[in-house]
């Protein structure tokens, strides 16, 4: 079970993305109408690896945006530090990132070798911790 800090942090940094994401223009498919009042965003806690990079991981988040533009999808990414607090002092995290995500479905026959390559540097650069989805207040 996660520790009493810990889940308050994850509390406050979810309830943070509703401040921190701007309104989609478009709708985003919403399977079976679970967030008709919102839009369904993926939270991401990341940790990046030994001999990644926190540099790396945002040329992997600005790769991938690239990839959803080209190919004429929607998507909306940020990306947020994660503060930690040791001996009464708060400081950015050296090894932990999360994400917020709003984006079209992509059918996986559209994954092609651009996908791959932007894939491939979030995976030598990090490894996911935790991933929520939520609905999004608009």
């Known amino acids: 079970m996660a520790t ?11 309830a943070a993305a509703a401040v921190v994401l701007p309104n ?3 709708a985003q498919r919403n399977p079976a109408g679970a967030c008709s009042q919102g839009e369904l965003t993926r939270i991401r806690l990341s940790k990046i690896k030994p001999g990644g ?5 945002r040329e992997a988040v600005a790769a991938h945006t ?4 080209a190919h ?7 990306i947020a530090p ?5 001996k009464g002092k708060t400081s950015v995290s050296p090894d932990e990132v999360m994400t917020f995500a709003s984006s079209d479905s ?3 026959e559209k994954h092609d070798a651009g996908w791959a390559a932007f894939v491939a540097k979030y995976r030598a650069n990090s490894d996911v911790e935790r991933e929520t989805v939520v609905c999004l207040p608009k």
């Open 4 to 14: 009493k800090g810990k889940l308050m942090r994850w509390i406050i940094l979810a």
């Open 24 to 26: 989609a223009a478009a």
């Open 53 to 57: 990079s926190i540099a790396g991981f």
């Open 66 to 69: 690239r990839w959803y533009q």
């Open 72 to 78: 004429g999808y929607r998507i909306e990414q940020r």
């Open 82 to 86: 994660v503060l930690v607090s040791s």
């Open 106 to 108: 992509v059918p996986r």
